[in-house]
Structure formats: structure tokens, C-alpha cells
């Protein structure tokens, strides 16, 4: 299997995502600016897309992928598909019971996610309201979820990457269809969401019924009793528990900032919320990219060969490595344009820029360690090692914690991104640290000056950045969006060939980046 081939399919997939997602972003920011309104819909839309992450891109694929492969291998493509069919039956009731209370409990949700709202309130009233319609996304997710690992784990990557694009294409056509026919926008912003996942299961559907993995969650009460007796569904449903908490730290920390949120300044879930999407872009096409094509990877590898495994794994960081330092930089020195060049029109003025710019800076110092999380759990997990995440995941969720209690105070809303980027780099540093105490993974030599060697490339291109930053008054060329648009992609353009240029002049070629690592 040629992974970068497969890597590059995914990231141009999830880039699409990511690309139509901030066109969303930018179209809520005019719409809704940061305030009332749109903290009500950050607020209610962050529990169905905590799931997501979880689910399309944590702790379900961690669990369920290595068991899937592992049953592919040994008993075959129909066992496998079989495994997942009941996998479905009981996912799909337990999650159906979920809702069912989610939305009967919406109160008691908006309560917990947000208790510096206060209750009866209009912001209140609305936050429930939109909490109620969109909780049954967690639902159509989580059968993406699975359709997805199942197309992953049979080298089908592109589609189960491409159906985000989905959600943010109704995202889109209900922002701009139907939010004028609404008294509040944000009403048309939770009927497209429901009607995204909608398309997301539809089309995912469609890929199982193309590789003959077609499955049926409605199988009945005779299917869920077979299922529950299948020790590998049982096997797959206790590491979820676990790898929920391993898997996703930031996630957790991120329910918990958004409550803490919702007692500061208005508007600051929201300033926190564009400053995520934004960081998401990055985390995405890296981490998320290269960790859902090597998952399967490894976890075959895993079972055959230590030197593979490792050669894996290898391969993974480094590429990482050479793009998430740039980006990192980037993202912190230029968070102003970025964000001015996104969000800056309609209700979002300059305050809201200069507040998110703040969320974007806090986030970037700790990008690193949201990209290599997604490297380096999937290296436990493809050895159906649960416990060892756990702990780490506890110890970063209280370490995060115990930051907000400094953090805030001094930087207010920043806190509570600057947090998050602490336990993110904690996080790596003790899942890499764990994979070389226990074995499991062996560097290949060089690593020392290959990080030196990308250190000084991504401080040259940092010192162009800079140098061009101040050239700029960003809020200003909003009268000229067109100019802007411009100036910051040709930035952009410049100082990426300023860092591969001194990439090349220290020896590292790009070809010899990206090679796929030999496999057995």
C-alpha cells in the first residue's frame, strides 16, 4: 500500500473540509459576529462536535480500527464486515437512548455546558433550543463514525475524508437559504447541521454498498443479543471507554473551558470557538490525515514486525515534524491577518479580531502537540494497549485544570486556549516518552539534527514573516477585501518558499520527506 499516496488522498479530502468549513466560519462571523447569539450556538453545537472528534477522529476509530484489521487479517473480509454489523446494532441503540435523553434533558445539558448563563434568560432559552434540535447529530456521526473505520480499514480513505465537506456545504445553503426566512439565524445554522449528518450517513452508505460491506443497524433485539455476545464487540466497546479520555484530553479540557467561558466577557466562547476552527485546519490535514492512514498500518505492522512498526511510526513523526513547526509559526506571527482576512465583515469587528487574534496565538504554541497526540496514541493503540493513554489522559486533564487557574485571571479568554496548548505538549511528550520506555517504538538515528536542521528553516521563515506582518494594516484593507485576500496568500507563498528553500539548503529534499517507510 503506497501510504503517502493514501495520505495525500486523505489530506486533499480533509483540506477540501477544512477550506469550505472556514467559508462557513466566515459566513457565521458575518452573520452573527461574536456575542449572545452566537455564543447560545457554540455553546449548544459543542457536545455533538465533541462527538464528532471523538468519534470520526478519537476514541471509537482508536478502538474499533485495531480489532477490525486485526479480525480482517486473520478470519477475512466477511468476518470483518460482520464484526462491524454488530458493532452498529449496539452503538446505534445505546446512542438512540442518549439522545432520547439528551433532548428531553436539554435544560440540565445547557446547565452543565454553561453554567455562567443565567437560567430563563433569552440567551438561555435559545441555547436549550438549539442544544434539543442539533443533539441528534451525535447519532448520524457516530454511524459515520463507524462506516467510516470500516472503509478505512479495507484502504478506502478518500470518501469517509470527504464527507465533512458535506456538513459544511448545508452549513452553507442554510446560512444562506434559510437564516433570512428565521427571526434568529442561528435556528437555520442547527437545521442545516441536522440535515449535514443526514448526507454524511447517505453517502457513506453508498461507499459500504460499493465494497460489498454494506452493514444494517436496525438489526433488532435477536442482533443486539448475538452482538453482546461476540467478545470482540465486547472487546471493542470496553477500550472505547478508555481511549475516550486517552484520545481526546484537549476535547475534555475544551467542555470544561467552555463552561468557564460562559462566566467571562460576552462573546468569549465565541472568540475561543473561530480561534478552534482556525486551528483546526492545520490539526486536521496533518494530524488527523496521517493518523487515520496509519492506524491500520500499524496495526498490522504490530503483529508482524517491531522494525516495521517502528519504521511506521518513524516516518509519521518526521513528517509531521517538517510541517507542523512552520505552521506553528505561522499561525502565532500572522494570527492577525488570518484572522481579519476570515472573519473581519458584517457584525465581526475589529475588538472580535484582536480577541480571537489572542486564541489563535495561545493555541499555536501548542500545535505541535495537538498534531503528534493524533501520531503517537494511534501507536499504543494499534498495539491494543489502553491503559497507558488512560493515565497519561487523566494526568493532562488535571495538569490543563490546574493551568486555568492561572492563565485566566492573567489573560482572560487566552487562559483558556494557553491551557489546552500546555496539556497538548505535556500530552505528546508523554505518550512519545512512553512508546520508547516500553519498546514499542525505536527512532531511527539523526533525529537530533533533523530537528535542528527544521528549527532553523522555521526560524528564517518566521523572521520573513515578521518582517512582512508589519507591512500590513490588516483591519484597514477590509475596504479592499480583493487586496487582501492577495497580500496574505502572497505572504503566505513567500515565506513557505522561504522555509523549503532553507530546507533544501541544509540537505533535506523534499522527495526524501515525504518517501512512504519500507515495509515488509
Known amino acids: 500500500m503506497n501510504l503517502l499516496k493514501s495520505a495525500a488522498a486523505v489530506s486533499a479530502m480533509t483540506m477540501l473540509s477544512r477550506i469550505t468549513g472556514l467559508i462557513r466560519e466566515t459566513i457565521t462571523a458575518r452573520l452573527l459576529g461574536a456575542g449572545a447569539e452566537s455564543d447560545a450556538f457554540f455553546i449548544a453545537f459543542r457536545i455533538p462536535n ?32 460482520d464484526l462491524a454489523r454488530r458493532v452498529s446494532s449496539l452503538l446505534f441503540l445505546s446512542l438512540l437512548l442518549i439522545v432520547v435523553l439528551g433532548v428531553l434533558g436539554g435544560t440540565w445539558v445547557v446547565i452543565g455546558m454553561a453554567s455562567g448563563l443565567e437560567v430563563g434568560s433569552e440567551q438561555f432559552e435559545l441555547t436549550v433550543l438549539l442544544t434539543q434540535w442539533m443533539f441528534p447529530y451525535i447519532l448520524l456521526i457516530s454511524m459515520v463514525a463507524l462506516a467510516s473505520g470500516l472503509l478505512n480499514t479495507f484502504r478506502s480513505f478518500a470518501l469517509p475524508a470527504f464527507a465533512p465537506v458535506l456538513l459544511n456545504i448545508s452549513f452553507i445553503a442554510g446560512a444562506l437559504l434559510l437564516a433570512p426566512y428565521f427571526d434568529q439565524a442561528v435556528k437555520a445554522f442547527a437545521i442545516a447541521v441536522m440535515v449535514g449528518g443526514v448526507l454524511q450517513v447517505a453517502v457513506l452508505w453508498y461507499g459500504l454498498a460499493r465494497t460489498g460491506c454494506l452493514i444494517n443497524p436496525f438489526a433488532g433485539l435477536g442482533a443486539i443479543k448475538v452482538a453482546w455476545a461476540d467478545e470482540r464487540v465486547r472487546r471493542v466497546l470496553r477500550n472505547m471507554v478508555p481511549a475516550t479520555l486517552a484520545v481526546s484530553v484537549a476535547q475534555i479540557s475544551l467542555i470544561i473551558n467552555t463552561n468557564i467561558a460562559s462566566h467571562l466577557e460576552q462573546g468569549s466562547v465565541s472568540w475561543i470557538s473561530y480561534g478552534d476552527r482556525l486551528m483546526e485546519f492545520p490539526t486536521a490535514l496533518l ?11 500499524l496495526s498490522a505492522a504490530a503483529t508482524r514486525s517491531h522494525e516495521e512498526y517502528s519504521r511506521l511510526m518513524d516516518w509519521g513523526l518526521r513528517l509531521t515534524v517538517v510541517l507542523v ?64 493513554p488512560v493515565k497519561i489522559g487523566i494526568v493532562v486533564v488535571i495538569t490543563t485544570q490546574l493551568m486555568n487557574l492561572l492563565t485566566v485571571p492573567w489573560l482572560g479568554h487566552a487562559g483558556l486556549p494557553l491551557s489546552i496548548s500546555v496539556g497538548a505538549m505535556l500530552n505528546a511528550g508523554v505518550l512519545y516518552w512512553g512508546l520508547r520506555r516500553r519498546g514499542l517504538y525505536t527512532p531511527s538515528a539523526g533525529w537530533l539534527v533533523y530537528f535542528m536542521k527544521v528549527a532553523v528553516a522555521a526560524v528564517g521563515m518566521g523572521v520573513v514573516l515578521w518582517f512582512l506582518n508589519q507591512r500590513f494594516d490588516w483591519l484597514a484593507m477590509a475596504a479592499t477585501p480583493v487586496a487582501r485576500i492577495g497580500a496574505v496568500l502572497g505572504v503566505i507563498g513567500l515565506c513557505g518558499l522561504v522555509y523549503f528553500t532553507v ?18
Request: hydrophobic letters at 50%; zero cysteines.
Open 50 to 81: 465533541l462527538l464528532r472528534r471523538l468519534f470520526a477522529e478519537g476514541a471509537f476509530s482508536q478502538a474499533f480500527i485495531p480489532i477490525l484489521s486485526q479480525t480482517n487479517s486473520t478470519d477475512g473480509k466477511l468476518a470483518a464486515v
Open 287 to 297: 494530524g488527523v490525515a496521517l493518523g487515520t492512514v496509519l492506524l491500520p498500518s
Open 325 to 388: 513547526l512552520p505552521a506553528a509559526v505561522g499561525m502565532g506571527l500572522f494570527s492577525d491577518a488570518l484572522v481579519a482576512l476570515l472573519f473581519h465583515y458584517g457584525r465581526f469587528d475589529a475588538n472580535d479580531v484582536a480577541m480571537t487574534s489572542q486564541a489563535v496565538v495561545a493555541y499555536s504554541l501548542g500545535l505541535a502537540g495537538l498534531v503528534l497526540v493524533k501520531i503517537l496514541a494511534p501507536g499504543f493503540y494499534a498495539k491494543q494497549d489502553i491503559r497507558t
Open 503 to 520: 530546507l533544501a539548503g541544509l540537505g533535506l529534499n523534499p522527495k526524501r520527506l515525504i518517501r512512504k517507510p519500507a515495509t515488509n
